[in-house]
């Protein structure tokens, strides 16, 4: 059965940093991406950023390029999304998700982790 969980979401003041985690278990994901998401209330989800395997190809959101950044251990079967210069706009529940390379749709999804950002 595989599984993500997601973890360090919190309460943050502005200006301040989080970093998530998303452990991933159940399955090999060597020819998995990993994404991050987020879902503010009232708001549809939005991709936030996302890595390969290998970490060649990396996506991030034009709203967090340059605050947030997206790393992977893949011996640990973990990838994580570190969130600097936190805005209160960046408030939402943060969900973890894998697909495969050549899919366009992810098949996992973690149960997300809650940031607020307060101002």
């Known amino acids: 059965q595989v ?6 979401g919190g309460l943050v ?3 301040g940093s989080l970093r998530l985690s998303c452990a991933a278990s159940g399955r090999t994901f060597s ?6 998401f987020r ?3 009232g708001k549809e989800r939005e991709s936030v950023a996302a890595i390969t395997w290998s970490g060649a190809w990396i996506y991030y ?3 967090v390029k340059g605050r947030f950044t997206i790393s ?5 079967n973990t990838v994580y999304l570190q969130m600097n210069s936190l805005k209160p706009e960046d408030t939402a529940v943060y969900y973890c998700a894998a697909r ?3 899919a366009q749709k992810y098949d996992y999804w973690g149960q997300g982790t809650q940031v607020t950002v307060s101002s």
């Open 3 to 8: 599984q993500l969980v997601e973890s360090g």
């Open 13 to 15: 003041q502005a200006g």
């Open 31 to 36: 020819s998995y991406v990993m994404g991050w």
């Open 39 to 41: 879902q503010a209330p």
């Open 61 to 63: 959101a034009d709203s």
């Open 72 to 76: 992977r251990d893949n011996a640990k």
């Open 100 to 102: 495969r390379t050549e």
